[in-house]
């Protein structure tokens, strides 16, 4: 199928979306900075409004076979994209839905800023990415859970949907009633 290269692809609301291939956001926590793709830098935090999230047992990137915390957000350019989070930040990311829950929100009405912070252990010096929030506008939250309520599939037909190979096995964080599993981070520090 050949498309019109001098018109816009369609968006919803605004909100740039190629199902299945969401903006690819990485947290290098070698280096203590968020990229887009592998060469893009952006500096040491992002903000995100998290539209969704999951998380799975995977063996990725030549990284062992693990717990990955993997993030739908709109980002600033008002693009849906995704980011993936592993050991420590993975715990830190439960630290701030325990809060928000124990005050009664939801992590999709907030805005959430991540940001690496420098750590150090036996095997040098590394960086863990850590989350705070802020409220978001009714008006943003209403038309974000618009734009995912008429889109949920092709967000979820994202690039690494077909990582649940043993679902019996993986470690789900719960949304559905508020609760969560307990996850241990790893103490490796070699990336997040």
């Not at 369609?10 to 947290?27: C, D, K, L, M, W």
């Not at 939250?141 to 618009?146: A, F, G, R, T």
Request: charged letters at 25%; proline letters at 3%; one cysteine or more.
């Amino acid at each position: 199928m050949f498309v019109n290269a001098f018109e816009l692809p369609e968006t919803s609301n605004g909100i740039v979306h190629f199902p299945g291939s969401p903006r690819q956001y990485r947290a290098d926590c070698k280096a203590g900075i968020f990229k887009i793709g592998e060469t893009d830098p952006l500096g040491k935090s992002i903000e995100m409004e998290i539209i969704t999230y999951r998380s799975f047992n995977a063996e990725l990137f030549g990284y062992r076979y693990q717990l990955w915390v993997e993030v739908f957000f709109i980002d600033k350019e008002n693009t849906v994209s995704h980011i993936l989070f592993k050991t420590e930040s993975i715990a830190n990311f439960l630290e701030l839905m325990r809060k928000l829950t124990a005050i009664k929100k939801s992590i999709g009405t907030q805005i959430v800023r991540a940001k690496t912070a420098k750590r150090s252990n036996d095997s040098g010096t590394y960086y863990a990415v850590e989350f705070e929030s802020k409220d978001n506008d009714s008006d943003r939250i209403k038309q974000l859970s618009d734009f995912v309520n008429s889109n949920i599939n092709g967000i979820y037909s994202a690039r690494l949907a077909d990582t649940f190979d043993k679902p019996e096995e993986t470690k789900e964080l719960s949304s559905n009633n508020g609760s969560t599993k307990a996850i241990q981070p790893s103490q490796e520090g070699e990336d997040c």
